[in-house]
């Protein structure tokens, strides 16, 4: 599997030093668990500026997440529990109750933190009602890292409904890696390119 460490290396340290704080924490607690969010897509794409640390646990590890949160409080949040981690907010996203735990498993561990395999990221992400997330996944593909053809099957096998999504984002990550300054403009009925 292919990651682009100078992408991560470029995530603030305060907030890759909460990252494995709390991974090393739910480690030795059992929990499984993945970085999802900005610091995930900046393992597999050009970076991502993030200042916050997103982490994909079974819906379980809520009491163990509230054992770390003693010392800070716990926040709800719309999919999990938010804990601030030294001046650094920590969003823990419960997966889904149709998606296995093997899904936090695979992916690569950058710097002492388990990070999401792209293709769970990038379904996560087509799911996602924000643009930033669909950027998201244009960016990773764009990036080259991610197996095109692995991720089709993945997607097939796990969500068959977002082929169409997944290959609208396919599309345009083609177009736009090809897209060079002054090319494919709409042109005028007059022959002359829109500027």
Not at 7 to 24: L, N, T
Not at 51 to 63: C, G, R
Not at 130 to 150: F, P, S, T, Y
Not at 160 to 168: F, R
């Amino acid at each position: 599997m292919k990651y682009n460490i100078a992408a991560f290396k470029m995530v603030p340290e305060d907030v890759k030093g909460a990252a494995r704080q709390v991974s090393e924490f739910l480690e030795s607690h059992g929990v499984p668990h993945a970085v999802i969010g900005g610091m995930a897509v900046s393992a597999y794409s050009p970076p991502r500026m993030t200042q916050d640390v997103d982490f994909l646990v079974p819906e379980s590890a809520l009491s163990t997440i509230q054992e770390m949160g003693e010392t800070s409080p716990l926040a709800e949040s719309v999919d999990g529990v938010t804990l601030d981690v030294g001046g650094i907010t920590v969003d823990f996203i419960f997966m889904p109750e149709d998606m296995p735990e093997e899904t936090l498993e695979g992916g690569p561990k950058i710097e002492g933190i388990p990070v999401l395999r792209p293709e769970a990221l990038m379904l996560m992400k087509m799911h996602a009602p924000r643009v930033k997330d669909n950027a998201d996944v244009i960016e990773m593909i764009k990036a080259g890292l991610i197996d095109v053809g692995r991720l089709r099957k993945y997607v097939e096998r796990n969500d068959p409904s977002m082929l169409d999504d997944l290959e609208s984002n396919i599309a345009m990550a083609e177009f736009e890696k090809g897209a060079k300054p002054g090319k494919g403009r709409p042109k005028m009925s007059s022959g002359r390119t829109v500027r």
